[in-house]
C-alpha cells in the first residue's frame, strides 16, 4: 500500500546518496538521511502555491453585478439559462 501512495504523490526512497566529503559511514543516521522529490510533485507544489494566491471571490465581477441590479440594467438571458438547465437535468449535475 505504502508503495502505490508513494507512487501517487512522486516521493521516492533516498538512494545513492552521497555522503558529504570527510563524513564517515558509521555517523548518526542524520547525516545519512535524504528525501528525493520527483519533478512532477515539485510542479504540483508550485501549482498548488499559484492557485493559493487566486482569491476565491472575483470582487470585480461580484461589484460590476450588484451595480447593474442595483441601477436595474441587470437582464437575464432566459434562452441560455433554459438551456443549462435542460443540460444540466439531463447530465443529473447541481449547479
Same mark, same amino acid.
Given at each position: *500500500?505504502?508503495?502505490?501512495? #508513494?507512487?501517487?504523490?512522486?516521493?521516492?526512497?533516498?538512494?545513492?546518496?552521497?555522503?558529504?566529503?570527510?563524513?564517515?559511514?558509521? /555517523?548518526?543516521? !542524520?547525516?545519512?538521511?535524504?528525501?528525493?522529490?520527483?519533478? !512532477?510533485? @515539485? &510542479? *504540483?507544489? #508550485?501549482?498548488?502555491? &499559484?492557485?493559493?494566491?487566486?482569491?476565491?471571490? @472575483? &470582487?470585480?465581477?461580484?461589484?460590476?453585478?450588484?451595480?447593474?441590479? &442595483?441601477?436595474?440594467?441587470?437582464?437575464?438571458? %432566459?434562452?441560455?439559462?433554459?438551456?443549462? %438547465?435542460?443540460?444540466?437535468?439531463?447530465?443529473?449535475?447541481? /449547479?
Amino acid at each position: *500500500m505504502i508503495e502505490k501512495i #508513494n507512487d501517487i504523490s512522486g516521493v521516492s526512497p533516498a538512494s545513492g546518496i552521497k555522503l558529504k566529503k570527510g563524513a564517515r559511514q558509521d /555517523e548518526t543516521a !542524520f547525516s545519512q538521511d535524504g528525501l528525493a522529490v520527483s519533478s !512532477f510533485a @515539485r &510542479e *504540483m507544489a #508550485n501549482i498548488s502555491n &499559484e492557485l493559493a494566491k487566486i482569491p476565491d471571490v @472575483r &470582487e470585480d465581477r461580484v461589484g460590476d453585478l450588484k451595480r447593474q441590479i &442595483e441601477e436595474g440594467s441587470y437582464s437575464i438571458d %432566459l434562452d441560455a439559462l433554459a438551456k443549462r %438547465l435542460v443540460w444540466a437535468g439531463i447530465n443529473r449535475i447541481e /449547479e
